[in-house]
């Protein structure tokens, strides 16, 4: 797989390039979430690690082309922390909306620890922290909707 590849799956395309990118990423990974919900929890949790795995991958593959060690255009992690709020989560609008909103809250605020994941080197740190935000956010989710 070529560099200019990776870098557009990092990136999503243009939207790791557009303002609040880590919050459109997460906003168009919504439907995805419902469309994945369909296969079941099992086909969920599957695909979300399936998914993790290849996105840390092209990250590690893709960091050394950016000037910074968490480059705030690769939002490939933001699919995926998604994917962790999500997981096992009933897809009723209200979970889609406190999900989508906490998930956001604990990557941009790196609250509970979150921050000292981020600070672990290459793609690690980059991929941790989205991950953390999104399986806080799927608690919260569950604490909340319950």
Known sequence: MGI?????????GPIGYLPAPGTLASLITLPFVI???QVGW??????????????FALCKRALPYFAVTDPSQIVIDE???????????PMKAINLVVGFIFFRIFDIFKIVGIARLEKHA???????????AGILANIVVRIITS
């Open 122 to 132: 290459g793609a690690w740190g980059i991929m941790l922290d989205d991950i953390a």
């Open 42 to 55: 099992v086909g969920y949790s599957v695909t979300t690690i399936a998914l993790t795995i290849l996105a």
């Open 4 to 12: 200019r590849l990776i870098r557009i799956l990092c990136t999503l």
């Open 79 to 89: 699919v995926v922390g998604c994917l962790f709020t999500f997981m096992g989560v």
């Open 35 to 37: 469309t994945l919900s």
